[in-house]
């Protein structure tokens, strides 16, 4: 399909215009002086040796989650604070987010709703296994917001995903799912997999520990393919397709028209359900990509950003599915279901969603910012074309990728071909040390509200300083 189209004509060089004894010195230089301006985080830094393996006990290397050493930085940045679209490190230095903390904090840090209904749970507790007072209101503006008709809550978007994937096998009856390459869908096991070179599907090479073989259930395809989608689905023995409508693990890969369209009528021709992750691609804009653009999913699954930052993940079902589920609890033995943890739908998170759903997730908020979105899109393309180079810009809602590419990959093959690591290295690092926080994996940029009136010019200023350095 579309990657025969294109493909041949991705497998350039990539980034012919950059030259690699300037980005290798600019990188350098860059690494020098994201130190000079942190002494007191190289002493922490050092202290917990975060540098090296001979780290003393405590934190292992120095940060709670393993991951947090993946920043393209000399160490990662140790945070005072962060409030709205400004972070501030030890050292006093200002940042201007735009990384969110990966979307948790897509509507800005610490924003003052969420502020107000941790004050509120000071009074009515914070986890009882029981539901509050809110819970008419959060399911209501849930349908509202989602179009889904029920709902239940998770601690994550991974718990909600694997919930999604164990009530699609129980509904169905059926064993195997269906993802794409180039997928995230969190710490899921059945998902942590990818197409090799011969479209084979195998564990991805970055998986640690895989707990079986998830070529054994689990099966996956180009996005964007329709066909490939089709030979797999007519076995009639997939529960479901777990998708994110445009994947944002891998770059951002916006769907064909009509892709999603076709997708929802095999899933009917096929009896699959359809489990739509709209983690990331909740940028798109109120309601996500479902509400944007009139998506039917049996599933929908969101985590991150819902609840402001607090830990919450939603999962809404239709009818269908919401069958399936009476008939199991009328039948259900006593004990352990494996859908549901204990701190899942808290009374915590359910004051922090009410307070999202209230001030947060509004058309508003979403306007201001798909409005610099669109702004630092145009500010990006007039950069590409004042230095002439071959990159180009996707953005889904609040939510862009700058692409080291002409052609617009369709499926994460294409989009693996464009990738340039020491190039991605250098803009996050020089950004870093020009006021900007950008996602560690590729070129990802959101969009919070109300970023600072000079944020977007200043962005273009250092990418241009950036380039100017390497081209
Ligand atoms: C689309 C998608 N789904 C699920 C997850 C997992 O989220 P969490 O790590 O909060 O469980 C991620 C994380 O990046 C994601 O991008």
New binding site residues.
């Given amino acids: 399909m579309s990657e025969q189209n294109n493909s041949s004509a991705l497998k350039i060089a990539p980034n012919p215009r950059i030259n690699r004894d300037k980005l290798t010195y600019f990188i350098c230089y860059e690494r020098a002086a994201f130190i000079d301006a942190r002494p007191e985080g190289l002493a922490m830094a050092a202290k917990s040796s975060c540098l090296n393996h001979n780290c003393p006990p405590g934190f292992w290397r120095g940060v709670p989650q393993h991951w947090m050493m993946d920043w393209p930085s000399p160490f990662p940045i140790r945070l005072k604070s962060a409030k709205g679209t400004i972070v501030t490190d030890l050292d006093g230095n200002e940042l201007v987010d735009l990384c969110l903390g ?3 904090a897509m509507f800005g840090h610490s924003p003052d709703a969420i502020m107000r209904a941790l004050n509120g749970v000071s009074e009515t507790g914070l986890t009882a296994m029981l539901p509050s007072e809110h819970c008419e209101f959060v399911g209501r503006k849930l349908v509202e917001v989602f179009g889904l008709a029920y709902w239940q809550m998770a601690l ?6 694997r919930f999604a994937l164990r009530v699609s096998r129980l509904i169905s009856k059926r064993q195997k799912i269906l993802v794409f390459d180039g ?6 096991d059945e998902t942590v997999v990818a197409l090799d070179d011969n479209g084979e599907i195998i564990a991805k090479p970055s998986n640690w520990g895989a707990a079986f073989n998830p070529a054994l259930n689990t099966v996956c395809v180009p996005f964007n393919d329709l066909e490939a989608l089709e030979a797999k689905l007519k076995s009639r023995d997939i529960a479901c397709i777990l998708m ?1 409508p445009a994947l ?2 891998c770059g951002i890969i916006l769907p064909e028209a009509g892709y999603l369209q076709a997708v929802e009528a095999l899933c009917e021709k096929y009896d699959t359900l359809l489990v739509v ?5 909740l940028s798109t804009g109120l309601g996500g990509y479902t509400r944007s653009f009139g998506l039917e999913p049996d599933i929908f ?1 969101a ?2 950003a819902v609840a402001g930052g607090i830990p919450c ?1 939603i999962w809404g079902f239709n009818e269908k599915v919401k069958t399936g589920l009476e008939n199991a609890r009328a039948n259900m033995a006593q004990g352990h279901s494996g859908v549901g943890t204990t701190l899942g739908g808290s009374l915590l998170a359910m004051a922090a969603i009410k307070a999202s759903l209230e001030s947060l997730m509004t058309r508003e908020v979403y306007d201001d910012m798909i409005a610099s979105a669109s702004e630092l899109e145009a500010e990006l393309a007039a950069i590409i074309a004042e230095f002439d180079l071959d990159w180009s810009i996707i953005r889904l809602g609040a939510r862009l990728e700058i692409v080291f590419s002409k052609l617009i990959p369709t499926n994460a093959k294409q989009m693996r071909e464009t990738f340039d690591m020491e190039l991605e290295h250098a803009i996050h690092l020089g950004l870093i040390n020009r006021g900007f926080l950008v996602t560690p994996f590729h070129n990802m940029l959101l969009a919070g509200p109300n970023l600072p009136p000079d944020a977007i010019k200043k962005y273009g200023q250092a990418m241009r300083q950036i380039l100017e350095n390497v081209v």
């Fill in positions: 990966d979307t948790g994550s978007a991974s718990d909600a995903n997928c995230y869908h969190g710490a899921v994110e944002t693990n992750d709209e983690t990331h691609t699954v985590g991150k993940a």
